[in-house]
């Protein structure tokens, strides 16, 4: 179940890597403005606000990348509360998108559900092991 577990938190981890690259590197070009509904003025104008989002972005993905490494190396306690760190961090903003704008529920499912899911089968490993 761990096995599982790890895979599903990396599929959030990768979303989070793609949107890490759509605010912080793509954010003024079309692909980010078909993703998250932009015209070119406020893409230009909410630039510096995108690239610092996406950081944060990128650094959720970066606590489950690490949690896995640490786990693999056979140290499941530390590696296990990084990927949950980050993960149920992804949860909680994606709960936070959906509840000040009810138009991003897409884009918050998105978010914290294969976060939420990857979670609670990691939790449901560490107690069953």
């Known amino acids: 179940m761990t096995t599982a577990a790890l895979v599903v938190t990396g599929l959030a981890a990768l979303v989070h ?3 890490f690259v759509l605010e912080s590197l793509l954010w003024t070009g079309p692909r ?3 993703v998250f509904g932009l015209d070119a003025a406020t893409a230009r104008a909410t630039a510096p606000l995108a690239f ?3 950081f944060y972005n990128l650094f959720l993905a970066l ?4 949690g896995t490494v640490v786990i ?3 140290h499941r306690a530390v590696g296990a509360t990084l990927v ?4 149920l961090s992804m949860v909680g903003a994606g709960l936070v998108l959906v509840l000040s704008d009810r138009t991003k529920a897409r884009a918050a499912l998105v978010q914290l559900v294969p ?5 609670l089968l990691l939790i449901a490993a560490l107690t069953t092991d």
Request: glycine fraction near 16%; proline fraction near 0%.
């Open 17 to 19: 890597v793609y949107v």
């Open 32 to 34: 980010a403005a078909r």
């Open 52 to 54: 610092n989002q996406g």
């Open 63 to 66: 606590e489950i990348a690490a």
């Open 72 to 74: 693999a190396t056979g």
């Open 84 to 87: 949950l760190v980050g993960a």
């Open 115 to 119: 976060a939420l899911l990857g979670s």
